[in-house]
């Protein structure tokens, strides 16, 4: 079947009102730049035989930067190609105008987990994910919708958006997809040189040969691995800190009891890199 593209809400909801009562639809929201990790949430969307639904939107409202947002890649034709090509049944291409029309005003905000991690440094970030995911989620109504592992923080806050606001939709994760160095794929890498791929990728390299075990504390292995990371040349570290996966409390005594795992956001060349790691 051919891909449907739709461009206004018009067209989308149409198209969207055809199948609804034959098909269960799988949502994967993207901002476009598709790479292997955008594939790996679409495949598992088709191979759950779903009524497969990309949106490409590079939402303003989640920059807390003008100069990150303006910079962020594009690629729509390459982007379209990629989704034919992988049998994706609709993509919606809105205009910003159509998601937030004149006038708009009400936002969605998380207030415990939403001012930790990413959201420290991005005032706002995850009101304006939460708001756009939450619309997409009004505008498409799917069965299930798919997340990356790479964006921890992102995904921990929609399934507690999905639970607080008992809203119908299926969350499915899906672990980060890295390149052949371990550098966990984000469409922020392609403004990146192959030298300071290079340097990226050895953030994973340090997390993947560190032996967490030796660490009786969360400071101590904190120490050390910033060490490590600033002698590979990740010297502009936002964060580093290790947190329970369930719950994102902060981690102080390494042991088996809990889920832990490290998070960092680092830039790199004035990119911003983000990567988590489970660490037991
Ligand atoms: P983005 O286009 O960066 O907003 O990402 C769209 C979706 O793809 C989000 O759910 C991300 O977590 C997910 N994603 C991005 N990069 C990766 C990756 N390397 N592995 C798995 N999922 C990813």
């Known amino acids: ?51 497969t639904v990309v949106t490409i939107f590079v939402n303003p409202l989640q920059f807390n930067n003008k ?96 639970k607080d606001l008992h809203l119908e939709v299926k969350i499915i994760s899906v672990p980060t997809v890295r390149d052949s160095n371990g550098l966990a794929l984000s469409s922020r890498n392609k403004l990146l040189d192959d030298k300071y791929l290079k340097i990226a990728s050895s953030i994973y390299k340090i997390f993947k040969n560190s032996k967490f075990k030796n660490y009786k504390n969360t400071k101590s292995l904190i120490t050390y691995l910033k060490k490590r990371l600033i002698n590979s040349g990740i010297v502009d570290i936002e964060y580093i800190e290790i947190r329970k996966s369930k719950n994102l409390e902060k981690a102080i005594i390494l042991n088996n009891r809990e889920k832990l795992r490290v998070f960092i956001a680092a830039y790199l060349k004035g990119v911003r890199l983000i990567d988590n790691y489970k660490i037991n």
């Open 1 to 51: 079947m051919q891909t449907i593209i739709a461009r206004s809400l018009d067209s989308l909801k149409k198209n969207l009102n055809k199948v609804k009562k034959s098909k269960k639809i799988g949502l994967i929201p993207t901002m476009g730049s598709l790479h292997d990790g955008h594939l790996a949430l679409i495949k598992k969307s088709k191979k759950l035989k779903f009524f």
């Open 67 to 162: 100069n990150d947002f303006k910079k962020y890649p594009l690629q729509e034709k390459k982007d379209i190609d990629i989704i034919k090509k992988n049998n994706v049944d609709l993509v919606f291409i809105p205009k910003k105008q159509q998601i937030y029309p004149h006038g708009f005003s009400t936002y969605l905000k998380e207030i415990n987990h939403s001012n930790i991690l990413c959201g420290q440094f991005r005032t706002n970030h995850f009101s304006g994910v939460l708001t756009v995911v939450f619309k997409l989620f009004v505008l498409i109504q799917p069965y299930s919708a798919f997340f990356g592992e790479k964006d921890f923080q992102q995904l921990f806050l929609i399934k507690k958006m999905v």
